[in-house]
């Protein structure tokens, strides 16, 4: 598994898996609280979400990478 974490910090995490860029940060609607995350490849966004703990968003963000690789 190709991974690279390039910074974390308590609103935002980025991370490289498998050539693609990860970015995660604080959902910026409070009402609904939990973390955006989107998957960047040549800055292009493939694919985001919304997720209610970090490391759920994580994992999302790893499984829509995977997909999007086959």
């Known amino acids: 598994m190709s991974s690279e974490k390039t910074e974390t910090c308590?609103?935002?995490?980025?991370e490289i898996f498998h050539d693609h860029?990860?970015?995660?940060?604080?959902?910026?609607?409070?009402?609904?609280g939990g973390f955006a995350w989107s998957v960047c490849k040549d800055?292009?966004?493939?694919?985001?979400?919304?997720?209610?703990t970090l490391g759920e968003a994580i994992a999302e963000s790893h499984m829509?990478?995977?997909?999007?690789?086959?």
Do not use: F, Q, V
């Open 43 to 52: 800055e292009c966004e493939i694919d985001c979400g919304l997720a209610t």
């Open 64 to 70: 829509a990478i995977e997909k999007i690789m086959g």
């Open 10 to 14: 308590d609103e935002s995490y980025e």
């Open 21 to 32: 860029e990860i970015y995660i940060e604080l959902n910026p609607d409070h009402y609904r």
